[in-house]
């Protein structure tokens, strides 16, 4: 059995990110496993701009974002192995992959790197009745097609959800001769950016209509319509609401789901809300030496976030490897509540935070000219206001270690949403 130091799962921005951090951290043998022909992720996809403002200071799209991390991890030495699938993943942090050059093999590792990214909700999790005709795709289905193999799914499209891949898939869509008809949203507000909602829908003049969803689907060999109606606080169809879109197309873009099978496998602890591994400051899992990062941890809004959390990952991992995570010390928690969904972290020993921490939640609703507040036990010690705050965006404060270090009683940290 091979043994490395570090093994990332996944070769998209998280894990290329964390590897480069890793060797940069002075750890040698670091190996990659990605399951496509190629590194990059989702992100060679991704063909529009917009990517590497906080990164690298400048507009890229998402290959050439992709393509300076990979560039990174060439120059600096680490392996990786493509069309590669990591099968299972025990406690004792054996991987077990296959692919068609060794067949089945298992490599011991040191640390392991969590990087697999998030998956699409798919059709089957909506139970929209109706036929399964041809037509129906969801949104980064559709966004493979027509970006890399060439191919127009439609010329009439509806759009159910307003994910971000939905809106940019409206505006792809548009660009390539299609008409997107409409775009429909269950919630009462989008879950996007709001620069998406005003590059993608409103420049083009594409209706987004929210609480509304598709319920019923036309046409059996292909698709020829569907049904919009609009819905009640409880997400149920108002009836009488019904409108009738003639369409050959309708794309899905209702959401992200962390690819967690294999965590789960090897017994990390999940957050029901986040579906992604529960982590500490280090964004180590309840299993020592395996690490979280980017969409498998919690689904972001932008790459350059993933990123930067990915490099904390590689560098924790290194010190891991090296025995300089530190033992003992008090585990304080971080409670998300009155309108924060989640944090990550979830708990942090202070011992081991580096000078600065970054705590990033999402709100549950749109909240107008309220607060970002933080209690320490029940003393509030920060209180923030913001103008808009939306569950499309995700909002973040910074812990400081000198300041935590002054509460030597501290059981309990709260980040919540204020109105005055």
Not at 43 to 64: A, W
Not at 212 to 221: Q, Y
């Amino acid at each position: 059995m091979k043994s490395y130091d570090i093994v990332i799962i996944g070769g998209g921005p998280a894990g290329l990110a964390a590897a480069a951090s890793a060797k940069k951290a002075g750890i040698e043998r670091i190996l990659i496993l990605e399951r496509d022909k190629e590194l990059g992720g989702i992100l060679n996809q991704c063909i529009h701009n917009g990517f590497g403002l906080h990164t690298f200071k400048e507009e890229l799209t998402g290959p050439e974002y992709a393509g300076r991390f990979i560039e990174m991890v060439k120059e600096l030495g680490i392996e990786y192995e493509l069309n590669t699938m990591v099968m299972d993943l025990s406690p004792q942090k054996v991987v077990t992959a296959m692919n068609r050059t060794d067949g089945m093999f298992q490599i011991q590792a040191g640390a392991v790197i969590l990087a697999m990214g998030c998956r699409e909700r798919a059709r089957g999790a909506l139970n929209i009745p109706g036929y399964r005709p041809a037509g129906i795709f969801s949104a980064g289905t559709a966004q493979r097609l027509v970006n890399m193999e060439g191919y127009l799914p439609g010329k009439e499209v509806v759009i159910l959800g307003s994910g971000d891949i939905g809106l940019i898939m409206a505006r792809r869509m548009t660009l390539e001769g299609a008409k997107v008809k409409v775009v429909a949203e269950l919630m009462p507000y989008s879950g996007g950016l709001k620069r998406n909602i005003v590059q993608c829908l409103d420049d083009y003049g594409i209706p987004l209509k929210l609480s509304h969803t598709v319920v019923d689907i036309r046409g059996k060999e292909r698709l020829e319509g569907i049904t919009l109606a609009q819905v009640d606080e409880k997400g149920k169809p108002i009836a009488g609401t019904e409108e009738y879109y003639a369409c050959d197309t309708l794309l899905l873009s209702v959401g992200l789901i962390p690819e967690n099978e294999l965590s789960r496998g090897m017994g990390v602890e999940i957050d029901r809300v986040t579906a992604g591994p529960v982590v500490n400051e280090s964004l180590e899992t309840n299993i020592p030496g395996v690490f979280a990062c980017g969409n498998v941890l919690h689904v972001h809004d932008l790459v350059d976030y993933v990123s930067e959390e990915a490099g904390r990952a590689g560098a924790n991992a290194a010190r891991f490897v090296k025995g300089g995570l530190p033992e003992g010390g008090r585990d304080i928690a971080v409670a998300a509540t009155d309108g924060a969904r989640y944090s990550v972290p979830s708990h942090i020993n202070v011992s081991r935070m580096e000078d600065l921490l970054t705590v990033r939640f999402r709100v549950g609703a749109v909240f107008k000219d309220s607060y970002i507040s933080v209690y320490y036990n029940d003393e509030r010690v920060m209180h923030r206001k913001k103008q808009v705050m939306a569950p499309g965006e995700m909002e973040q404060v910074v812990l400081s270690k000198q300041k935590l270090e002054a509460y030597p009683d501290l059981e309990r940290i709260t980040v919540k949403i204020e109105k005055e």
